[in-house]
C-alpha cells in the first residue's frame, strides 16, 4: 500500500543550526498521528516543510507516491496538504462559503465568480460533513470551534487528503474539544490523513492512533499510543537527565544553603491564567520552575517584572510588600528579566553588541545626558570576554549573531543591571550545546556571588543540571518545592506530565 | 569625541557631488558660491523640519502636520509683534505654538495609541484651520521690525542668518542623535519597543517627545518663512512641504519602520534634494516634468537603499 504521506530523509539547517536531522515521517491513510517534542524540537520546521513554506536542505515528499516540488506553497496545497493552524487563517469579513473557495472559486461561463454554484457546493460540503454552519455566516460571527471546522471544511473544499492541525485546541473549551475530536475521528473514516500537533498529553492519548516524538530535530521515539502511557511519553520528549554531575554540584550547594530570602511570592493569582501561587527565592541559590508548554509560566514571570498586573497575592522583595506595576520600577528594585523570545522582547537587532549591553543599565554609563562610549565599550569588550561572545567585536550588530550569541548578549545586558533577582525564561532555546554551557556557568558564578536565580525551563535535562530546588507547574498551579537532588529523572518528569500532581 | 560614520553616508555626498558637477557642465553659473547660497537658502526650513522630522521617524513614527504649524508659528509671531511685544517674545511665541501642536500629536501617539499617520493627518487639517481662523486668508505685512526680518533676511559673515540657523540646529539634532542618551534612547525604541519597554525605557514619554521636537522645529521654520518674505498667511507651508521634508529624511537613509537612523545623512538627504529643485530650476525645465522627474528620482534612491538594507541582512 501506498503512504499516504511520505517525507523520506529530512533535514534542514539555519545558518549552520540543524533544525531537523535526516527525518523519516510517513502516514497511511485514515491515521491520526500525533506530533509531539518540547520547544525548539523541530515540529514547526517539520510543518513549515510538509506546507512547503520551507524548502527541505535534503529529503522528499510525496503525497500517494506524487512526489512534491518542496518549498511552493500553493504546489503542495493542490498536492493534498492543509493545514490549520492555532490562530485562524480564515478572512473574518467573508462569508463561509466565500471562505470555503477562497482561492479557488467556481466561475460561470465569463470567467466571473458562479455565487450561485459557491454557495450549492458549500452546502452541500458542509451536509456531508454534518457541520452546523450556513454557508451566508459571516466568519467572524462564528465561535472559534467552528471558525476551526470551516478551517477544516476548506481544506476538504481544496481535495486535501493530509491535514496538518497545530496546537488546535489552544483556543477551545473542553466540549469544543470533544466536538472537534468527533470531526476528526469522522474525516479518518473517510480516509483523511491527521496529523495532530499538541502538547496536551490528554488528547494525544484520546484522539491519537500513533505519536512521532522529535527531539532536537531527531525522531526519538514513534509507535502506538496505545502501547505507551504518558509519562513514558513526556520522558522521550525531554530526554534522559544528565546525572554526571549532581554529587558535585550537591556538596556546592550545601555551602550556600542559608542564603537570605530576597523574593516572596503569595497568593499570586491571575484570572484564567495562574491561581494561588507562593514560593519562595533565597540568595545563592537556582530555582527553576518546571512544567509544559502553556503551563502559564511565562504569565506568572510577568507578574513579578511588572509586564502585568496579578488579580490577587503580594510579592515581597527582602521582606517588604512591593506593588511593581512597571519593568522600569522592576529593574529599580534590583530584578532583571531575560524575556522567552529574545529576537522580539529582548534585543536591539540592528544595534551593535555593545548599544545592546548598556541598553537597561543607562543610568551608569550617563553623564549629565551625554553618553560615555568609551566605557560602553570597555564594559561591553569586559561581558564579551567573560561570556565568551563571538565574534568578540562589541561594534558588531546583534542581527547577525547566531542564536547562542545572541541569548549571551541579553544575558550580559542583564548582568549588567547587577541584579538581586535574576529571572529567566527558556534561557537555552535555540542555544546551541557550547553556548549553553557558557550561559550554565555564568549563572552558577551569578549565584555564587549571592545573586538568586529564577528560571522557567522546559527543559528537564536543563533544569536536573542546574537547579538548587525545582517547582512544577501545570495548568495554572504551582507545586510546592522539590530539591533538585531528591528527585529521580522519572519522578520529574512523571510530575510534569500531570500525573503526581493531580494523586497529591 | 569622535562621530560614528555611518557607511551608506559616503554613497550620498558622491551622488551629491556628481549631481551638482552635471548641472554645473550645463550651467555653469550654477558651479558659483553665490548659487550654493541660494541652494542653501531655499532649503533651510525644509532642512530644519527634516531634522526635527528624523526624530519622529526613527520611532516609527510620522508627522504630516509640519506644514500648516509653520504657517501657525508664522501667524502667531505676527500677532505677537503687531499687539506691540518685543521680538524675542514673539519669536518664542511662535515656537510655543509648534511645541503645543505636537504635544498634542505627542499624547494622541503616545498615550491614546493611534497611528501617527492618522493623527497627523487630521492635525494637518486642525491646524491648517485654526490658522485661517486667527489669520484669515489675507498676507499679513510685517514692517517696521527690523530685527524680526534679520532673521530670514540678514546675513552674518556673509551667510545668510537663516542658513546658520539650519547648521545650528543640524548641529544640534546630530549631536543630540550622536553623543547623548536620548538619542541611543529613542533609536533603541524605534528598533524594538517592547525590549525597550522590558529594559526600563519610559517609552511613552520618548515618542512624545519626538512630536514636540518636531513640532517646535516646523515653528521655527515657520518664523523664518514669514520673516524672509516679511509676510504671514494661514496658507504657508502649502501641501506638499510635509512630503519634501519626509523624503529629505527618507534619502538620508531613515526607515519608516523606525529603527537606527543618521541626523546627519539627513542633512545629506536635504541637500541631495535641494540640488534636483535647484538644478531642474536653473536648467530651465519645465515644473511638470520637474516633479515628474523628482519623483522618479526619490523612488530610484529609496530602491537602493531599500537594497542595501536587504543585501545586508
Known amino acids: 500500500m501506498v503512504d499516504a504521506l511520505a517525507a523520506l530523509n529530512i533535514s534542514k539547517s539555519f545558518d549552520g543550526f540543524i533544525a531537523l536531522n535526516n527525518l523519516d515521517f510517513t502516514l497511511q491513510s485514515g491515521e491520526v498521528r500525533a506530533l509531539v517534542g518540547s520547544n525548539g524540537a523541530g515540529k514547526t520546521t517539520l510543518i513549515k516543510i510538509l506546507t512547503g513554506a520551507h524548502a527541505p536542505s535534503t529529503g522528499t515528499i510525496s503525497i500517494n507516491g506524487k512526489q512534491l516540488p518542496g518549498g511552493d506553497p500553493a504546489a503542495h496545497i493542490s498536492g493534498g496538504i492543509s493545514c490549520i493552524y492555532q490562530h485562524t487563517s480564515l478572512a473574518p469579513n467573508l462569508t463561509v462559503a466565500e471562505n470555503l473557495f477562497l482561492g479557488n472559486h467556481p466561475t460561470n461561463r465569463f470567467g466571473l465568480l458562479d455565487k450561485k454554484e459557491m454557495k450549492r457546493r458549500a452546502q452541500q460540503l458542509i451536509k456531508d460533513n454534518e457541520t452546523d454552519v450556513s454557508p451566508n455566516d459571516l466568519v467572524a460571527d462564528l465561535p472559534t470551534v467552528k471558525q476551526k471546522e470551516v478551517e477544516i471544511l476548506k481544506a476538504l473544499a481544496a481535495n486535501s487528503s493530509v491535514i496538518l492541525m497545530d496546537e488546535p485546541t489552544a483556543w477551545l473549551s473542553f466540549p469544543e474539544v470533544q466536538r472537534l475530536h468527533d470531526t476528526i475521528r469522522r474525516l479518518k473514516k473517510t480516509g483523511v490523513t491527521i496529523v495532530y500537533i499538541s502538547h496536551m498529553m490528554d488528547e494525544i492519548f484520546r484522539v491519537c492512533d500513533n505519536a512521532t516524538v522529535l527531539r532536537d530535530g531527531k525522531l526519538v521515539w514513534q509507535g502506538s499510543v496505545a502501547e505507551t502511557d504518558r509519562s513514558s511519553m513526556v520522558q522521550h520528549m525531554l530526554g534522559d537527565g544528565g546525572q554526571d554531575t549532581s554529587n558535585e554540584r550537591n556538596e556546592r550547594r550545601n555551602e550556600v544553603e542559608k542564603g537570605q530570602k530576597t523574593l516572596r511570592v503569595s497568593n499570586l493569582s491571575r484570572e484564567n491564567l495562574f491561581s494561588e501561587a507562593n514560593f519562595s527565592l533565597y540568595q545563592g541559590e537556582i530555582l527553576c520552575i518546571t512544567g509544559l508548554i502553556g503551563s502559564k509560566r511565562s504569565e506568572l514571570l510577568q507578574c513579578l517584572f511588572g509586564v502585568a498586573q496579578p488579580d490577587k497575592g503580594q510579592i515581597f522583595l527582602h521582606g517588604i510588600p512591593q506593588k511593581i506595576d512597571t519593568p522600569r520600577l522592576a529593574i529599580q528594585l534590583g530584578i532583571g528579566l531575560v524575556p522567552e523570545d529574545r529576537r522580539m522582547q529582548g534585543l536591539f537587532l540592528s544595534h551593535s553588541i555593545e548599544e545592546n549591553h548598556v541598553a537597561a543599565s543607562l543610568g551608569d554609563f550617563v553623564n549629565r545626558g551625554l553618553f560615555n562610549r568609551k566605557r560602553v565599550r570597555t564594559r561591553a569588550q569586559d561581558t564579551i570576554r567573560q561570556l565568551n561572545i563571538k565574534p568578540d567585536d562589541v561594534k558588531k550588530t546583534v542581527g547577525n549573531l547566531s542564536g547562542g550569541n545572541q541569548q549571551k548578549v541579553l544575558l550580559g545586558k542583564w548582568l549588567e543591571t547587577a541584579p538581586d533577582i535574576l529571572i529567566l525564561d527558556e534561557p537555552t532555546v535555540g542555544v546551541d550545546v557550547g553556548a549553553k554551557n557558557d550561559i550554565y556557568q555564568v549563572l552558577q558564578a551569578f549565584k555564587e556571588e549571592g545573586g538568586a536565580v529564577l528560571i522557567v525551563s522546559s527543559d528537564v535535562e536543563e533544569v536536573q543540571n542546574i537547579a538548587d530546588r525545582v517547582l512544577v507547574m501545570a495548568n495554572g498551579k504551582l507545586s510546592a518545592s522539590f530539591d533538585a537532588q531528591a528527585l529521580s529523572h522519572e519522578e520529574l518528569v512523571a510530575k510534569i506530565s500531570g500525573e503526581s500532581v493531580n494523586e497529591a | ?313
Open chain 2, 1 to 313: 569625541m569622535r562621530l560614528e560614520i555611518n557607511k551608506n553616508i559616503i554613497a550620498l555626498p558622491l551622488v551629491i557631488i556628481a549631481l551638482t558637477l552635471l548641472v554645473g557642465y550645463f550651467e555653469p553659473a550654477f558651479l558659483t558660491v553665490d548659487s550654493a547660497i541660494a541652494v542653501l537658502r531655499r532649503m533651510a526650513t525644509i532642512g530644519i523640519m527634516a531634522v526635527g522630522m528624523t526624530f519622529v521617524i526613527m520611532t516609527a513614527g510620522i508627522d504630516l502636520s509640519v506644514g500648516p504649524t509653520l504657517a501657525l508659528s508664522g501667524l502667531v509671531s505676527y500677532f505677537t509683534l503687531v499687539s506691540g511685544m518685543p521680538v524675542p517674545v514673539a519669536i518664542l511665541a511662535g515656537m510655543a505654538s509648534g511645541i503645543a501642536v505636537g504635544a498634542i500629536n505627542g499624547i494622541i501617539i503616545a498615550v491614546g495609541k493611534l497611528p501617527a499617520i492618522i493623527v497627523t493627518l487630521g492635525m494637518l487639517s486642525i491646524v491648517r484651520g485654526t490658522a485661517l481662523l486667527i489669520g484669515g486668508p489675507t498676507l499679513h505685512q510685517i514692517s517696521g521690525h527690523e530685527s524680526y526680518s534679520f532673521i530670514g533676511s540678514g546675513a552674518l559673515l556673509g551667510l545668510p542668518v537663516s542658513i546658520w540657523i539650519f547648521l545650528f540646529i543640524a548641529a544640534i539634532g546630530i549631536f543630540i542623535q550622536q553623543v547623548t542618551s536620548y538619542g541611543f534612547q529613542i533609536s533603541t525604541l524605534g528598533d524594538n519597543p517592547e525590549a525597550s519597554h522590558l529594559s526600563g525605557r519610559r517609552t511613552r514619554l520618548l515618542i512624545f517627545s519626538t512630536y514636540v521636537i518636531c513640532g517646535c522645529c516646523a515653528a521655527i521654520a515657520g518664523i523664518i518663512d514669514s520673516s524672509q518674505v516679511y509676510t504671514a498667511s494661514a496658507n504657508f507651508g502649502e501641501f506638499g512641504t510635509e512630503l519634501d521634508v519626509i523624503s529629505a529624511v527618507i534619502l538620508g537613509g531613515a526607515s519608516l519602520f523606525g529603527g537606527k537612523a543618521y541626523v546627519i545623512n539627513t542633512v545629506f538627504g536635504v541637500l541631495f534634494l535641494g540640488i534636483i529643485n535647484s538644478g531642474l530650476n536653473i536648467l530651465d525645465v519645465p515644473i511638470e516634468s520637474q516633479l515628474m522627474f523628482k519623483g522618479t528620482l526619490i523612488v530610484i534612491a529609496l530602491g537602493f537603499t531599500s537594497l542595501s538594507r536587504n543585501s545586508k541582512s
